[in-house]
Structure formats: C-alpha cells, structure tokens
C-alpha cells in the first residue's frame, strides 16, 4: 500500500518559468515531509523540509506548501533553472520515512 | 566533508549466491538507515540503527536479509541465497541524531543485479 504517492512521472518546464511538483499520502500520522532531489548514478540529496504544524516553508528558490486537510504536498521552484533537472522524491516520516515513486523534472533552456 | 559511502558501486551475481553490501556513513552520524529502490520506484526502508543497535528491521523482506552495524559505524547489509527479485539498487543514509526525523545523507547506492 502506497502511502506516498507521486502521482506526475515527469514533468517539463521552459528555464526561468515555475515548477510545481505534487505530491499526495494518505496516512494522517505523518509528522514530518521533506524533498529530496537525485542526480542519475547519486543518492538522493535533502532539498527541503516542513513540518506537520506549518503549511509553508521558503528556502531560496524552493517553497514547500502542505495542506494537510487535502492530505497534499508541493515543490514549487522558480525561477527554475537547466540544474534543477533530476528526479524529485517527496518523504514522509511517522516512526519512519516512506518515499513516493518520484517525479522527474526537466527545465528546457 | 566526507559524505556517506557505499561499495560496491555495483554488483552483479548469480541466483543463489550470497552477497555484502558496505556503507560507510558520515562520521559521527547516530543513526544508519538502508532502503530498498527497485526500478521506477521509490526507497523503500529496510532497516535502522542507532549507534550499533539494530532498533527497527520491519522492512527485511525475508531472513535471507541481514544487517550489522557491530561498532557502530559501519554496516553491512547482506543478503543469502540471493534471487532475481532482490534485483535492486540499495541506497544506505546517515543522520547525525537519534530521531528517525533527523535529515539523512544518502550514499550513491549499490546496484545489485541478480542474475
């Protein structure tokens, strides 16, 4: 049963415009989200992170929005930039993490 | 700094064969995490420990799975007898804390392939 669902496998958006990658789960205990980005051949890499008590987090180009009524998680980034291709997992923690399946960005120069 | 290592990179081997699987985490980092990726999926957890107790292995897929930490630094994670659906690559991740909430660092994985 897949807790944490990515449900865009891709996802394509011209350089300098904003990306929004989605994410849903299901399991209300969660108390904890965070992004990690992956580069082809690396591990997956801390982007941001929002706990269950806020409902945005800003870090640079990066903003995480959760709306825990709708049980939905975002990444926006903008202005998205050629770097910022790669695949995009969203977490979820209770007494661990579970992952969605990811979300593969590509920002067209 | 150094960041978290795992060898090796890649590893091929024959269906029955056993097989170890080495991370080496941040030093100092607590806690030690191992995931399961499979293709076109997300990490899956396996296995955690503090320091060099083992305190959660729910996600073993079976006790052909086994994972050490014995001095709290490095850990293997070995797999016995081992089958084509272990195909996969394993991802290991370090935290500095205690808490299963504490931000992991994840080494580049090892892909296993089981032929």
């Known amino acids: 049963d897949q807790q944490v669902k990515q449900n865009s496998p891709s996802l394509s958006v011209q350089e300098g415009r904003i990306s929004i990658l989605n994410c849903d789960y299901t399991?209300?205990?969660?108390?904890?989200f965070l992004w990690y980005k992956k580069y082809p051949a690396e591990g997956p890499t801390f982007l941001i992170s929002?706990?269950?008590?806020?409902d945005k987090n800003e870090d640079g180009r990066f903003t995480v929005f959760l709306n825990k009524s709708a049980k939905h998680l975002s990444l926006h980034i903008v202005p998205s930039q050629p770097g910022d291709s790669a695949v995009y997992f969203c977490?979820?923690?209770?007494?661990?993490?579970?992952f969605g399946t990811g979300t593969s960005l590509t920002v067209i120069p | 700094g150094a960041g978290v290592s795992q060898s090796p990179r890649y590893k091929v081997a024959k269906r029955g064969q056993d097989v170890a699987l080495r991370c080496d985490p941040i030093?100092?980092?607590?806690?030690l995490f191992w995931y399961q990726q499979a293709l076109g999926q997300g990490p899956e957890f396996l296995t955690y420990?503090?320091?060099?107790?083992?305190?959660?292995k729910s996600g073993l897929p079976s006790d052909r799975f086994f994972a050490e930490r014995p001095e709290g630094s490095v850990s293997t994670l070995k797999i016995q007898r081992t089958q084509q659906e272990d195909s996969a690559v394993y991802l290991c991740?370090?935290?500095?804390?205690?808490?299963?909430?504490?931000?992991?660092?994840f080494g580049p994985g090892t892909r296993l392939l089981v032929l």
């Open positions: 991740a370090s935290s500095l804390g205690r808490g299963a909430g504490e931000t992991q660092y």
């Open positions: 399991n209300s205990m969660f108390d904890y």
């Open positions: 929002i706990s269950s008590i806020k």
């Open positions: 977490a979820a923690r209770t007494n661990q993490f579970y």
């Open positions: 030093s100092g980092h607590v806690s």
């Open positions: 420990f503090q320091n060099e107790a083992q305190l959660d």
